[in-house]
């Protein structure tokens, strides 16, 4: 088993463009998370899903939009990249809604100049 | 509010013991989870907490005081690979984790 994957696992954007961070895992999950992970800061969650068809916000959402269409992959988009999206992002995944760990991915380290 | 808070950075001697304390304060409270990060990697689950006393894993062993919004992760002998960033999380009445800014400790021959 891959675990948690992410794609691409590094990034360079321009201000304005807008690229796509694909998650998938393999373990049968519900729930997904997208974590974004600054210096001096905690992991901040942007959105989440609790299955197939589902997403919701979490803590810092603007600028960024998820779906999940399928129940393995958690696609975040960032339609118009801005320096303060400069960061590293990881996606956690979850069995069950009782609490339990997050397993997560290597993480996608994002610069946007 | 919400709010973690535990030490920024801690150093520790090669076979020592030391103790990396957390306090949280959520919106609800479903169980303190502890996770190591090594640097450019990511973290990976150590411990849960949801009851009082402590929870005894090998060389790590994990405190929970709800009473006091307190907790501490143990690292006994220390080791060379220990050196990495603890991070301490609380789970929320939505079942979503709250997270500390981590402790990086740095271990010394």
């Known amino acids: 088993n891959a675990g948690v994957t992410q794609t691409p696992k590094f990034r360079v954007l321009k201000t304005g463009q807008s690229m796509t961070l694909l998650c998938a895992q393999d373990m049968n999950h519900e729930y997904m998370y997208w974590y974004r992970q600054d210096p001096g800061m905690g992991l901040r969650l942007i959105h989440y899903?609790?299955?197939?068809?589902?997403?919701a916000k979490g803590e810092v959402p603007d600028g960024y939009n998820v779906s999940r269409l399928k129940k393995q992959n958690f696609l975040l988009g960032l339609e118009s990249a801005a320096p303060s999206q400069t960061s590293v992002y990881f996606c956690?995944?979850?069995?069950?809604?009782?609490?339990?760990?997050?397993?997560f991915g290597p993480g996608t380290r994002l610069t946007v100049l | 509010g919400q709010n973690i808070d535990q030490p920024t950075e801690m150093t520790a001697t090669e076979g020592a013991i030391v103790q990396i304390n957390c306090t949280y304060q959520?919106?609800?409270?479903?169980?303190l989870f502890w996770y190591q990060q090594h640097a450019g990697e990511a973290p990976t689950f150590l411990s849960y907490?949801?009851l009082d006393g402590l929870e005894e894993k090998g060389r790590f062993s994990s405190f929970l005081s709800r009473s006091k919004g307190y907790s501490y992760l143990l690292l006994k002998e220390l080791q060379m690979k220990d050196s990495a960033s603890y991070l301490c999380a609380s789970m929320d009445s939505n079942y979503q984790l709250i997270w500390g800014a981590g402790t990086k400790l740095i271990i010394k021959p």
């Open positions: 907490n949801v």
């Open positions: 956690a995944s979850r069995a069950l809604p009782e609490p339990d760990e997050q397993f």
């Open positions: 959520t919106s609800g409270f479903n169980g």
């Open positions: 899903s609790v299955g197939e068809g589902t997403t």
